[in-house]
């Protein structure tokens, strides 16, 4: 089976804190992710990267990036975290057949 | 771009059929995707249509007509552990060598006894 793996489940940042998201796969995959999940607005594409140190911007990179220097590992970076990127963040990944997507369990992330 | 619209919830009873509706826009297209979620879970695969047509897994089928910028899923024989979120998806290559897949804000379906 497929592991996606989120190394935090659930952290309360405080604003302007720099925070790191982790996620690690286990399928040698060439593809990964990161999402944010929000109530009524579904699941919004933060970047993504399609090999190593390659990245490109998804639907809401605003106040992101990210960072991948291993096949494996895909990070996620909020520089000065605020309020508004209080959300769960979802770290995904997928083989060369990209409609099947496979997901971590999700981080939630409070910044008060 | 690209926007997909879909029902924001679902009720039905066990037993009953469930059919949730998606359409897209999209500058380019490559697939309707399905992928369920239940609640503090995180979404896990479920079908993909790539070309016109319905494709059938179990209890579960899904449907694209690409010429209507449409698809759906149709969830049989509903059973209490289908109340979850149900989300389309679709890939939208913009370049030969990456692409993205864009989700649909999702479909609560809730199935009473």
């Known amino acids: 089976d497929v592991k996606v793996t989120q190394s935090s489940r659930y952290l309360v940042k405080r604003t302007g804190e720099k925070v790191f998201l982790e996620c690690v796969q286990d399928m040698d995959h060439e593809n990964m992710f990161w999402y944010r999940q929000d109530p009524g607005l579904g699941l919004r594409l933060i970047y993504f990267s399609y090999d190593v140190k390659m990245k490109e911007k998804g639907d809401i990179p605003e106040g992101y990036s990210v960072s991948r220097e291993k096949k494996e590992r895909f990070s996620l970076i909020l520089e000065s975290a605020s309020t508004n990127q209080t959300s769960m963040y979802l770290c995904?990944?997928?083989?060369?057949?990209?409609?099947?997507?496979?997901f971590g369990e999700g981080s939630w992330l409070t910044v008060v | 771009g690209q926007s997909l619209e879909q029902p924001s919830e679902v009720t039905a009873v066990e037993g009953a059929i469930v059919q949730i509706n998606c359409t897209y826009q999209t500058s380019g297209f490559y697939g309707l995707s399905w992928y369920q979620q239940h609640d503090g879970g995180a979404p896990t695969f479920l079908s993909y249509n790539g070309l016109d047509g319905l494709e059938e897994t179990g209890r579960f089928s899904s449907f694209l007509s690409r010429s209507d910028s449409y698809g759906y899923l149709l969830l049989q024989e509903l059973q209490m552990k289908d109340s979850a979120s149900y989300f389309c998806a679709v890939r939208d290559l913009e370049r030969s060598n990456d692409y993205k897949l864009s989700f649909g804000a999702g479909t609560t379906v809730t199935v009473r006894a």
């Open positions: 995904a990944s997928s083989g060369s057949i990209v409609n099947t997507i496979y």
